[in-house]
């Protein structure tokens, strides 16, 4: 048998304003069933087929705050996530792609899969995030 490990590869933003806040978003638990309480995440996801990196970090953010323009300045680092993902036949390790981006204090519409968000100073927001 193989050894060798299969991932997915996802994408997140991380969103900072003029003020040096970083975005976060709390996860409604309910959405996903791995985890069983709320979480702060930053906004992503997922790459879907034929899809670029930067693509799909927009259709992302557009997906989970409304928004139709972000400036992206340059990719920030990548992550082996100690997520698995679960499936019937296997389950899979998620590789996060993670871009600094930047925005204005546009309003935010929430996607269903989140219930609260907050700028946040870096310090607090790598709390949340840890």
Not at 11 to 27: P, R, T
Not at 85 to 114: F, T
């Amino acid at each position: 048998m193989s050894q060798e490990d299969h991932f997915h590869l996802g994408v997140k933003a991380l969103i900072q304003n003029g003020e040096g806040e970083i975005l976060i978003l709390q996860v409604d638990p309910k959405k996903f069933a791995v985890h069983s309480a709320i979480y702060w995440d930053l906004p992503g996801g997922r790459i879907q087929k034929n899809e670029s990196l930067e693509d799909a970090l927009r259709r992302e953010v557009e997906e989970e705050l409304g928004w139709d323009h972000i400036t992206i300045i340059q990719p920030f680092c990548m992550a082996l996530t100690p997520r698995r993902l679960v499936y019937p036949d296997r389950d899979v390790g998620l590789i996060l792609s993670i871009y600094k981006c930047e925005a204005s204090k546009m309003p935010i519409s929430l996607s269903e899969e989140h219930v609260n968000f907050q700028w946040a100073a870096p310090t607090l927001a790598a709390e949340c995030l840890a």
